[in-house]
């Protein structure tokens, strides 16, 4: 494959997209990052990006979904089919079809057609998201994962997925008394963090543990794995395979 192109989605500090950056300039990932993107003009890591002369830019998520709950949002246009993508989507189960789901699918759309347009600037290999706290709608994945022979979208996950999806993984896996946490690497699907895992990491909770503690070990660990996830993508040995329904992510040696 080369050298991947790379881009980037956050909404906080980036200290993984800053291990990504570093896995870069050390050669370990054959890529660089092409631009990084936010839904929050505060995060920490645009100015990481900004310092290495990394092109960002902001789609302000928080306004366009405020506009819609008080009814001033604008309308979808009309190539959007809000229909079909309720009915693809997998976040809201049992009776998507219900105003609540609406009125979320239309601001992330509205959000989603923004990316998209400031995207078009780039061209890139693969889209990870590095602390990304915003869900993606079949709307953007099926404009990404195309080609659609191997999934272009990444996301780095605070526990051992299946367990524990959602956006607090470690305080989750914390509260629930685990003796061992983790995080996962895998593609986006259109489920809240179901899609095909590629790696993932353990570390042992020992008494005495704090939350603090926990997200500390998790954090190091995700430092490791998501440059050596994007390293294999990099390297052209991810493959996917349908097996009994169910697509899983192969290692080719
Ligand atoms: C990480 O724990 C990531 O897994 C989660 O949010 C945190 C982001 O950290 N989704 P950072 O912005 O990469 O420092």
Redesign the pocket.
Known sequence: MGVIKIGAF????????QAVIDACDSGQIPGRIVFVASDNPDAG?LVRAEKKGIPTFVTPYARLISEIRQGIGRKLPDHVDLNAILTKQALFTGGAQNSKAERFFTSRILAEIDLLRQMEAYDFDLLIL??F?RTLTPYFIDRVNTPKSLPRIMN???ALLPAFPGFD??GDTFRHGCKVGG?TVHFIDYGEDTGPIIGQKSFDILPGDSLDDV?RK??EL?WQLYPQCIQLYAEDRLMVEENRGKILVKIRK
């Open positions: 956050i909404s906080g500090g980036g200290s993984n997209l890591g590095a602390g706290m780095i996950h605070p993984g470690y995080c997200k998790g954090l995700e």
